[in-house]
């Protein structure tokens, strides 16, 4: 039974439409479903993300923290309206994407984490993101920062995305971009990918989420291990 | 002029290295010391293949500063850059150091740092090669000149995306047999070409040429040890006898040359090897190709004499070039996905054809080698450099 003073700290919720699953081939042949992750899930994200919040390769350090503390406030009902997504290789997470909706018509990209790399499942998953604000969440505008390099080729240029200097992001420092219906419109065709329904037996297979194996993990990271175990 | 053998040889591991490119030059010289067995003392001199570490790691006269990290003193050191090619040029030099008389033990190291500038700036960097005002100035990269050879060649000769696909997808399974290697990761030709999720999975770099056509950028060192064959016998290891050696340059700018498909200088350059080898291409027990992007790897097996012309594409479809084939090429990832740190690839090549002959190879080895044979492509085929190395007898 929550409390009169935990009711007031938990923040109002919009109505959010749920990202409907999909799946995606990857290069090396094996198969990503792209799905919502659930409060339940929030644990075993945090055990992955964990080791990553002191890696110092390619922000990894960064994005691990903040992501790490994002997810913690969603589960513990201190943001306001976010999602997560997720790309899940049989059953080993890939990825985690996320973000909220600042009203209705805004949204608000937060990280994308890759942690199986050189596929572009980074990529696949933050079409995935955009996806979900402008087609499923119905939104007008994304507003997004990127915290490295990699993130700002993909993002900033790939689409290309807006400058939108004027909208402090909340993520911070750096003035926001926006990602427009029209900007997603136009890339859709090249950036967007996947195919849905997915079939029950992929679908099945991405449930429960399983951490992929640190040691795995940090060497596709590109980190030697002795720094790490 | 005294035969020369390969005494030592080293890699360090491909991919971005957590070191300076000092330490990782340092790490494979060693590592090509220790594998021969000999005091360094011994080393009279020392020539370092590199193009970038003055303008990316801030560290010019690089053989210099190689010899004081690794406490080499007084030995006589050179730089060489070559541009990609600059790897076996400098095996070039060793060799002609040694058996010209003038020196008895000769380091030959290779190394780049590339990764420790953003991808931006490493194909500007790369973009150097090409000719300042008729191409440069343009905008042209390295894979753009790429693209556009693909582009004539599978007019020419029905190479197709399949064909460009293939050829990685047999790179990256080599790779994984190779503990050196930048990329360990197979590919398979439905999500690189064939799903619709494909555009984004492997997406245009320069039309025809896609994402996965396009070795990565990497950092990497490679080492040889070079002696005289009759004193081969105060070493350790097998000596692998350096036994052709060709060079030959072409016009910087592409569109000068009367057939842009046809790569005179690898034409030429294997054709001078072969000839100091007393060998043919038939001779040859397997290849090292200088695959930066996919169609080079096709291109080169016919320009070197492999396979008649129009007929490499044809070649790799039978499996004549995977490492149980008749003749494999790349059998250590090749550029593609062992990894192409520019200075170090020329030395590389020769370390896994060392290693081929010495029965070293490990899971990638091929059965029974007599002959490897080495294109270390410099520019867009402006300079390039053929080595064919040999089992003693």
Redesign the interface.
């Known amino acids: 039974m929550m409390d009169h003073l935990e009711a007031m700290l938990r923040p109002p919720k919009l109505d959010m439409a749920p990202y409907p699953a999909k799946h995606?081939?990857?290069?090396?042949?094996?198969t990503m479903v792209v799905r919502s992750a659930s409060l339940d899930e929030v644990d075993v994200l945090l055990d992955a993300i964990d080791p990553l919040r002191t890696l110092d390769r390619d922000f990894y350090d960064v994005v691990g923290a903040r992501l790490y503390a994002e997810l913690l406030g969603w589960k513990r009902h201190r943001v306001r309206n976010e999602y997560c997504l997720v790309g899940v290789i049989d059953g080993e997470l890939a990825g985690i994407v996320n973000g909220r909706m600042f009203d209705e018509k805004h949204g608000i990209s937060y990280h994308t984490l890759t942690l199986k790399r050189?596929?572009?499942i980074g990529?696949?998953l933050f079409?995935s993101k955009m996806e979900h604000h402008i087609e499923y969440l119905g939104q007008d505008e994304v507003w997004i920062v990127a915290e490295s390099?990699i993130g700002h080729?993909r993002w900033m240029i790939e689409y290309p995305l807006q400058q939108k200097f004027s909208i402090q992001h909340e993520l911070g420092g750096a003035p926001s971009w926006v990602l427009t219906r029209e900007t997603y419109f136009k890339a859709k065709?090249?950036?967007?990918?996947?195919?849905r329904p997915v079939p029950a037996h992929l679908l099945e297979k991405s449930y429960p989420i399983r951490k992929p194996d640190l040691r795995t993990m940090l060497i596709q990271i590109?980190e030697?291990l002795e720094a790490k175990l | 002029m005294r035969d020369v053998v390969i005494v030592g040889a080293a890699t360090t591991q491909f991919g971005r290295a957590q070191w300076s490119l000092l330490k990782l030059m340092a790490e494979a010289a060693h590592g090509a010391i220790t594998d021969a067995g000999i005091e360094r003392k011994k080393i009279d001199a020392v020539y370092v293949a590199n193009m970038g570490s003055a303008r990316n790691n801030r560290q010019a006269g690089i053989a210099s500063a190689l010899v004081d990290r690794m406490n080499l003193y007084p030995v006589a050191a050179d730089t060489i850059e070559n541009g990609p090619a600059s790897g076996a040029s400098a095996v070039k030099n060793g060799f002609l150091a040694v058996a010209s008389g003038m020196y008895d033990c000769v380091l030959v190291v290779g190394g780049e740092r590339m990764q420790e500038v953003n991808n931006f700036e490493a194909t500007e960097f790369v973009s150097y090669l090409s000719h300042r005002f008729a191409e440069y100035i343009y905008g042209i990269t390295l894979p753009a000149l790429a693209g556009m050879f693909a582009r004539l060649w599978m007019q020419k000769y029905g190479v197709t995306s399949e064909h460009l696909a293939m050829v990685a997808i047999k790179n990256h399974a080599n790779a994984l047999l190779n503990p050196a290697s930048h990329l360990k990761m197979p590919i398979a030709m439905e999500g690189l070409l064939h799903s619709p999720d494909s555009a984004m999975n492997n997406p245009f770099v320069a039309d025809p040429l896609r994402f996965f056509d396009c070795c990565p950028v990497s950092d990497g060192a490679a080492a040889v040890l070079l002696a005289p064959a009759d004193l081969a016998k105060n070493f350790k290891k097998t000596p692998i006898v350096i036994s052709g050696i060709g060079q030959a340059t072409d016009t910087q700018a592409v569109h000068e040359r009367p057939d842009p498909t046809v790569l005179t200088a690898v034409q030429t350059a294997s054709r001078k090897a072969f000839a100091m080898a007393k060998l043919e291409p038939k001779d040859i027990s397997l290849a090292e190709l200088h695959d930066a992007f996919t169609i080079l790897e096709i291109a080169q097996s016919e320009q070197v004499g492999f396979f008649p012309e129009g007929e490499g594409h044809l070649a790799l479809e039978r499996g004549v070039t995977q490492i149980t084939g008749k003749l494999p090429i790349n059998a250590s990832g090749g550029l593609k996905a062992k990894g192409h740190p520019v200075g170090a690839t020329g030395v590389s090549q020769i370390v896994e054809l060392a290693l081929q002959l010495r029965g070293e190879a490990g899971k990638r080895q091929v059965k029974n080698p007599r002959h490897g044979f080495a294109l270390n492509f410099g520019g867009f085929g402006n300079n390039v450099v053929a080595t064919i190395l040999s089992k003693g007898a």
């Open positions: 995606i081939l990857l290069a090396n042949g094996e050189g596929l572009r990529a696949h079409a390099p080729r065709s090249r950036l967007v990918s996947g195919a590109g030697t």
